[in-house]
């Protein structure tokens, strides 16, 4: 038996989180204060039978690994050795030294990472193009050495032959996030990065974690990052934070903008508490992250549409968790166009007219008609919702003090809609704002359809209606359910699953108990599992309509007959399948 095996059958993910929380007992479970966001009722769930501990408001927990890493803020090998110590599991006899652990999938996929980046940051000076667009958007060469910039060949597999000869394994190139396997069945991987300019991004510790890509060249997708994986976590890393974060512990305020080219500008100016979320809205696992260093934060995101709306659902977020929220208005879309028309403006308006994102909204609205019934009601729905997330009860106070002076009315008429509105929760939900505890998007139909299966291993007969899955947790945990089909006396629990997504599938098993999936009867469950085996078929088929289509579009520009006639053939072929599956 394996350390990892050994401490886990010695230390139960109970015993272990009943160190830092208070268990009470729930059916086959226990459930306790999630101890990952200010949690007001037992949001975690504990789950002696599947050994692991999470949290589906936050997204956060797992094995007694992951629970213990995150929790105590430390890397795997670390908790290696604390857990084998707390379980008297005596490494050495292993791995020669309780000091030296083997290394993990996780350290040499980071390997991997490094390597590629090495390779990025050398092709850059190699590059004239990417210099050349470095340098008109006015990035240092300082900053390029400070934050590691570099550029991704412009290959098919330059990179992923390049990772191969330095005795790194297919697998773990797709670990760390590199490469692509379109097709299963051809076994072919291609580089996920080419002909982009390369940003590195690393978790608070400074670990590297994954990339995100500019294009260089006319491609549809301006930026990709990497996929989700054992090192990069779109939904909990803040790009530029390693850098940052001494910046914000010494002030107590961090600076949030939008894109990699921003936090540059930023720090170009002297702010160097500038960080980004990468590609994604900001979510509670980044308001934790933010939490850790500073009590304030100051959102500086586009000036579009899109940006204002993504300010609000920041400032929800954020302000739900005791933190003073700021916003700053620039006179350009974002704070890299602003430092380019003028230099000295970016870092003024940054240092001197920061506001509380209340009162701009409320000097906003003064400059609004709200003598109209429509915009009125508008108008008030939302600033009770914006209210609804202030932790203070005197700043609730004296902000409904300054909206009564807005709408013309008392501050005794205005707290009454207030306290009608806290009495019916959905009228301080915002209708674009997912609440923090909504999990619907934490699995896929599809992985959902595939925890079904989990739930009624009787119904496997049915495993063929669905379409394989060509990648990821889905694609393993599918290979692991049809093996399973064909081996009566096989159990859900001994399924032959790669280490990596063992995890999660047994999250998805929680999931799936949770939400009392697997108290039907078998006749339900058919029927239920054919629906979903329908739905899922349908997004994996869109998804693969969608791929085909973009790569259509390359092969024509690239003047690829054959391979456009091919594409051209399997595009039909998707349709046909459309059509069956509708």
Request: glycine share 6%; with cysteine; hydrophobic share 40%.
């Amino acid at each position: 038996m394996d350390a990892v095996a050994e401490i886990k059958m010695r230390l139960p993910i109970e015993q272990l989180v009943a160190q830092y929380c208070q268990l009470i007992k729930k059916g086959r479970n226990f459930a306790c204060l999630c101890p990952f966001h200010n949690d007001s009722h037992p949001s975690m769930l504990v789950s002696p039978d599947k050994g692991i501990a999470y949290c589906f408001a936050c997204r956060s927990g797992g094995d007694i690994f992951s629970f213990y890493q995150k929790i105590e803020g430390c890397d795997f090998p670390q908790a290696l050795r604390e857990l084998a110590e707390k379980a008297g599991v005596k490494l050495e006899e292993r791995y020669g030294s309780p000091q030296a652990p083997k290394k993990s999938e996780k350290d040499r996929a980071r390997e991997c990472a490094r390597a590629a980046l090495s390779l990025y940051r050398e092709h850059l000076q190699n590059s004239p193009n990417a210099l050349e667009y470095l340098r008109k958007r006015g990035v240092t060469e300082e900053q390029v050495g400070q934050f590691e910039i570099g550029v991704a060949p412009d290959s098919f597999s330059a990179t992923y032959e390049s990772l191969l000869r330095q005795d790194f394994s297919r697998k773990e190139i797709m670990a760390a996030g590199l490469g692509i396997q379109k097709e299963i069945r051809e076994e072919k991987i291609y580089d996920r990065f080419r002909n982009r300019l390369m940003f590195p991004i690393h978790d608070a510790q400074g670990g590297l974690v994954g990339f995100g890509g500019r294009t260089l060249a006319d491609d549809d997708a301006k930026y990709i990052n990497s996929s989700d994986g054992i090192l990069f976590h779109k939904s909990g890393i803040l790009y530029g934070m390693h850098h940052a974060k001494d910046a914000i512990r010494e002030s107590g305020k961090a600076l949030l903008v939008e894109g990699y080219f921003d936090v540059l500008a930023c720090h170009r100016i002297g702010a160097s508490n500038a960080v980004a979320t990468c590609g994604t809205a900001l979510t509670a696992d980044h308001v934790k992250l933010l939490r850790r260093y500073a009590g304030s934060v100051t959102l500086c995101l586009d000036s579009d549409r899109a940006g204002q709306d993504a300010t609000e659902r920041a400032f929800l977020l954020l302000s739900k968790e005791g933190i003073h929220v700021e916003t700053v208005v620039l006179p350009e879309k974002d704070p890299s166009e602003t430092l380019a028309a003028d230099p000295a403006l970016l870092g003024h308006l940054l240092s001197t007219s920061a506001i509380p994102y209340l009162d701009a909204v409320l000097a906003h609205l003064r400059g609004q008609d709200l003598a109209s019934a429509l915009p009125r009601k508008t108008a008030l729905r939302r600033l009770l919702v914006l209210f609804g997330a202030l932790s203070s009860s005197v700043e609730r106070k004296d902000y409904l003090s300054k909206a009564a002076g807005v709408f013309g009315t008392t501050e005794t008429a205005l707290e009454a809609d207030f306290k009608r509105a806290a009495q019916e929760p959905h009228l301080l939900r915002a209708a674009d704002v997912p609440p923090v505890t909504d999990s619907r998007d934490l699995f896929t139909t599809l992985e959902i359809t595939l925890g079904l299966f989990l739930c009624y291993p009787s119904l496997l007969h049915i495993l063929p209606e669905l379409i394989p899955p060509e990648e990821g947790m889905a694609a393993a945990l599918f290979s692991a359910l049809r093996a399973m089909s064909l081996q009566s006396e096989s159990k859900p629990e001994n399924l032959p699953l790669p280490p990596e997504h063992r995890e999660r599938v047994a999250v998805l098993s929680l999931y799936c108990e949770q939400h009392q999936f697997n108290d039907w009867s078998e006749t339900l469950a058919a029927r239920e599992i054919r629906k979903h085996c329908r739905r899922a078929n349908r997004e994996s088929l869109r998804a693969k309509q969608e791929e085909i289509t973009l790569r259509l579009v390359v092969a024509r520009r690239d003047g690829k007959v054959s391979e456009e006639v091919q594409l051209q053939n399997q595009y039909q072929q998707v349709l046909k399948l459309m059509k069956m599956a509708n």
